[in-house]
């Protein structure tokens, strides 16, 4: 059974950092792509990240040079290290993971989700 578990959301002021870890089990991160989307009230859900299998990363604007996306492939577990914090970060985070089955078919998992909230 395919579970992401997401963990390290909270308070943090604005210019402070954070770090959301994204524990995987039923499969193997390395063989996945991985995200973090975010989605802020009354908005749609955003890639914020993304880093495939072969080890490519790719940033929304919005977040390029204050966040880093990273996986460890012996914990099973991806990362975002979130710096530089704006209010407008402010979000449920979560963590995607996009695999193949044996068939070829692509299937999307989620994790439940985490607040960061960026406020004074």
């Known amino acids: 059974q395919v579970q992401l578990v997401e963990s390290g959301g909270g308070l943090v002021q604005p210019g402070g950092s954070l770090g959301l870890s994204c524990a995987a089990s039923?499969?193997?991160?390395?063989?996945?792509?991985m995200s973090w989307y975010r989605q802020a009230p009354g908005k749609e859900r955003e890639l914020v990240a993304i880093?495939?299998?072969?080890?490519?990363?790719n940033y929304a604007d919005s977040v390029k040079g204050r966040f880093t996306i990273s996986r460890d492939n012996a914990k099973n577990t991806v990362y975002l290290q979130m710096n530089s914090l704006k209010s407008e970060d402010t979000a449920v985070y979560y963590c995607?993971?996009?695999?193949?089955?044996?068939?070829?078919?692509?299937?999307?998992?989620w994790g439940q989700g985490t607040q960061v909230t960026v406020s004074s």
């Open positions: 039923g499969f193997t991160v390395s063989r996945a792509a």
């Open positions: 880093t495939s299998t072969g080890g490519r990363t």
């Open positions: 995607n993971a996009r695999r193949s089955n044996l068939a070829g078919v692509l299937l999307d998992y």
